[in-house]
């Protein structure tokens, strides 16, 4: 007899900072690179997730360098968005989720001593959600039983970066350095027995990553080169198991991905073109992640992958500008593929712990409207990334997965 799974999400405030940019989502239903989707109507135009030609105060998280041609003052987005979800188990019914969610965002850039030298402060995104799901098809001593699971996840992103402009060759350089609070929480029961409490877990990790880039200005063409450095995630906490007397100690690990990230655009007069090609490095987290329970996990099967992405836009002169963006972000894990156990038994999951699912290769597509009233211009953009993904029988999730994000934003900056 087949078991129903639902999917209840509760969505934490929304909370509005003083920053150069802000989008939240609940990572803990989709996670990237970042755990975020772009934020900022001109880095959605670009249809990435780590835009380097990003004109907004996003590009503190992707390329610091570019900071130096923006405008100081003043920034904001404001928008809607749309997640769903859905999961296919081959003994299990199916699962449908949708989720609506505000957008916001708001920003300042100052100067220092010179209009050589800028700096910013950034916040983006900020997760407060709880997700509950009935029924969830789980392997336990070594067989499919359904559990009713709780994650949570609170998570916070600050960037605060500095960059230098030489205008005698038009090079900029920049450094950024964002701080990263997470705190994640983990409860599972079987459905047959909801009162007795299988697995609790929790963990809590504070983290810096820099990024460091450059942007140079060549004719009417601009190049951009930008690193991400990786980051190894260890959170501490206690885990609680049913058949443990007491808790014991976490051992949660988790990896973000080194990223070298670039661009070029030229400017034809009327039409300008952009292309991204971001490398991602995968591969070098293999023997690092582990998820509180297999305490020695022997390798994750994660691999380099490239991300690629084109922009085209049109300057229609007093309609504004319209621009097209599309872009092919491809998954550093493979099929669900996660890790090998103690007993070097493969286990396949989507992703890092339950909720989170970020195997999921996805096509982003991207349109924006461009308009400047008196010193500010106004950007409306329509984002969508979307995504499937297949894992075979024999793991712990087996099944069909999809997953759809649609925004809807509008944003504000000074344009002269």
């Known amino acids: 007899m087949n078991s129903k799974i639902f999917f209840l999400?509760?969505?934490?405030?929304?909370?509005?900072?003083?920053?150069?940019?802000?989008?939240?989502?609940?990572?803990?239903v989709y996670a990237n690179i970042l755990g975020m989707f772009p934020g900022g109507a001109g880095c959605k135009s670009a249809a990435m997730e780590t835009a380097g030609d990003c004109l907004e105060g996003q590009t503190l998280f992707y390329n610091p360098a570019v900071m130096s041609r923006i405008q100081p003052g003043f920034s904001g987005e404001l928008g809607v968005a749309r997640l769903e979800y859905g999961y296919e188990h081959p003994a299990?019914?199916?699962?449908r989720f949708?989720?609506?969610t505000p957008m916001f965002s708001e920003g300042w850039k100052g100067l220092l001593l010179s209009?050589?030298?800028a700096w910013g402060f950034a916040v983006m995104p900020s997760s407060s959600a709880d997700l509950d799901i009935k029924g969830l098809p789980r392997r336990v001593d070594g067989n499919p039983e359904a559990l009713n699971v709780k994650a949570a996840k609170k998570q916070f992103h600050f960037a605060l970066g500095a960059s230098y402009l030489w205008p005698q060759i038009n090079l900029a350089t920049g450094l950024s350095l964002i701080y990263t609070y997470d705190h994640r929480s983990l409860r599972g029961a079987a459905v047959t027995n909801p009162a007795t409490i299988l697995v609790d877990m929790k963990g809590t990790?504070?983290?810096?990553?820099?990024?460091?880039?450059?942007?140079?200005?060549?004719?009417?063409?601009?190049?951009?080169?930008?690193?991400?450095?990786?980051?190894?995630?260890?959170?501490s906490g206690k885990t609680k198991l049913a058949t443990e007397s007491t808790p014991f100690k976490?051992?949660?690990?988790?990896?973000?991905?080194?990223?070298?990230?670039?661009?070029?655009?030229t400017n034809l007069g009327a039409v300008e073109l952009s292309g991204n090609v971001n490398r991602v490095f995968g591969a070098k987290g293999r023997g690092i992640h582990r998820d509180g329970l297999n305490r020695r996990t022997r390798e994750a099967d994660l691999h380099d992958v490239n991300h690629v992405g084109a922009r085209a836009s049109y300057n229609a002169g007093a309609y504004g500008t319209f621009a097209l963006g599309a872009a092919y972000l491809d998954s550093y894990w493979s099929d669900g593929f996660y890790y090998k156990d103690n007993d070097g038994i493969p286990h396949h999951e989507i992703g890092h712990l339950f909720g989170q699912f970020n195997a999921i290769?996805?096509?982003n597509q991207a349109f924006m409207w461009q308009k400047t009233f008196n010193e500010w211009e106004t950007n409306?953009?329509?984002?969508?990334?979307?995504?499937t993904t297949s894992v075979g029988s024999g793991g712990d999730n087996p099944g069909y997965y999809q997953i759809e994000f649609v925004s809807l934003t509008c944003s504000v900056r000074r344009a002269i």
């Open 9 to 28: 999400a509760k969505v934490g405030p929304w909370m509005l900072f003083p920053s150069l940019g802000l989008a939240s989502l609940s990572s803990n």
């Open 92 to 95: 299990f019914d199916p699962v």
């Open 98 to 100: 949708s989720l609506m």
């Open 115 to 117: 209009d050589q030298l």
């Open 205 to 235: 990790g504070n983290f810096v990553r820099p990024v460091t880039g450059l942007s140079w200005l060549r004719d009417s063409n601009t190049f951009g080169l930008a690193y991400m450095f990786p980051l190894t995630k260890a959170f």
């Open 250 to 265: 976490t051992e949660q690990v988790d990896y973000d991905p080194g990223v070298l990230l670039t661009n070029v655009k």
């Open 361 to 363: 290769p996805v096509r």
């Open 380 to 387: 409306t953009a329509m984002f969508r990334s979307a995504g």
